[in-house]
């Protein structure tokens, strides 16, 4: 059988502080690198606020390398 990858897009539009959960944000990344990691093709971030990269800069540490280059 051939492995089917997938993408996904993620809509930032509405982002802020108040729907902030560094917590979960690790616990995705780390559910898709230790039990999916050849599925995930691409991540597509789009409209993404400037207060997200300050809880970017929490959350990209603890993402692999292998991963960290599916992000777009």
């Not at 409209?47 to 960290?68: E, G, L």
Request: aromatic share 18%.
């Amino acid at each position: 059988m051939g492995q089917e990858k997938f993408a996904a897009v993620i809509d930032l539009r509405g982002w802020g502080y108040a729907n902030c959960d560094i917590r979960g944000y690790v616990a995705a990344l780390d559910i898709m690198q230790s039990y999916y990691p050849e599925r995930l093709g691409r991540v597509f971030l789009i409209h993404v606020p400037y207060m997200f990269m300050a809880a970017w800069k929490m959350v990209y540490p603890f993402i692999d390398d292998k991963t960290k280059k599916k992000f777009v």
